[in-house]
């Protein structure tokens, strides 16, 4: 079993930037992907950024060149830089880790609210 605590997030006004950040704790040495997805009112569950264990990044088409996912082994710990963050990336943000069996796991989910 994995177990994901998220912190960060919060409120910013557009332009501004925000980070976050998903500790890892339990059965840490089966994780292989860890990362970021978000969920707007009304809307699916979309990724944001996922990195795997080889420092391979993905970020959704909505995110690039805008948002910086990195890694920390040694802390088990994923984050998740926002810059140019607009009011459309308002969302909870959920910490994502996928084990090497294909299992996923789900942190709580942080609010970022992006509003003038």
Same mark, same amino acid.
């Given at each position: 079993?994995?177990?994901?605590? $998220?912190?960060? #997030?919060? @409120?910013?006004? =557009?332009? &501004?930037?925000?980070?976050?950040?998903?500790? @890892?704790? &339990?059965?840490? @040495?089966?994780?292989?992907?860890?990362?970021?997805?978000?969920?707007? =009112? &009304?809307?699916? *569950? $979309?990724?944001?950024?996922?990195?795997?264990?080889?420092?391979? !990044? +993905?970020?959704?088409?909505?995110?690039? #060149? /805008?948002?910086?996912?990195?890694?920390?082994?040694?802390?088990? !710990?994923?984050?998740?830089?926002?810059?140019?963050?607009?009011? $459309?990336?308002? @969302?909870?943000?959920?910490?994502?880790?996928?084990? /090497?069996?294909? *299992? $996923?796991?789900? %942190?709580? %989910? +942080?609010?970022? +609210?992006?509003?003038?």
């Amino acid at each position: 079993q994995v177990q994901l605590v $998220e912190s960060g #997030g919060g @409120a910013v006004q =557009p332009g &501004g930037s925000l980070s976050v950040s998903c500790a @890892a704790s &339990g059965s840490i @040495a089966s994780i292989k992907v860890m990362g970021w997805y978000r969920q707007a =009112p &009304g809307k699916q *569950r $979309e990724l944001v950024a996922i990195v795997a264990s080889a420092a391979s !990044t +993905t970020y959704g088409d909505s995110v690039k #060149g /805008r948002f910086t996912i990195s890694r920390d082994d040694a802390k088990m !710990t994923v984050y998740l830089q926002m810059n140019s963050l607009k009011p $459309e990336d308002t @969302a909870v943000y959920y910490c994502y880790a996928q084990n /090497r069996v294909w *299992r $996923e796991f789900w %942190g709580q %989910g +942080t609010q970022v +609210t992006v509003s003038s």
